[in-house]
């Protein structure tokens, strides 16, 4: 059974940190890419940030760039989200994502979110 738990939201101060955690665990995860969306009230989920299987590459939307770091753990079977200088457009639900590929299938994986506010 495929499960992702995510930890660390909370409550912080425009220019704060945090740093999100997701537990993965059912399938093979160094295997998997993995990535971190989120969705604010009244809007459409957005990605926030991919790592491949092997940590080698990543990918971030625009407004992330610079300000967020996302790495994983394949011996721990952990993907984390740094998030830096946060404003308060940052708040929303953070969900974690997990994609693979099997016998020519796709599967696709998220978690129940964690969320993030940001205000003073």
């Known amino acids: 059974q495929v499960q992702l738990v995510e930890s660390g939201g909370g409550l912080v101060q425009p220019g704060g940190s945090l740093r999100l955690s997701c537990a993965a665990s059912g399938f093979t995860f160094s295997s998997a890419a993995m990535s971190w969306y989120r969705q604010a009230p009244g809007k459409a989920r957005e990605l926030v940030a991919t790592?491949?299987?092997?940590?080698?590459?990543?990918n971030y939307a625009d407004s992330m760039k610079g300000r967020f770091t996302i790495s994983r753990d394949n011996a721990k079977n952990m993907v984390y989200l740094q998030m830096n200088s946060l404003k308060p457009e940052d708040t929303a639900v953070y969900y974690c994502n997990a994609r693979f590929w099997l016998l020519a299938n796709t599967y696709e994986y998220w978690g129940q979110g964690t969320q993030v506010t940001v205000s003073s």
């Open positions: 790592i491949t299987g092997t940590g080698g590459s990543t």
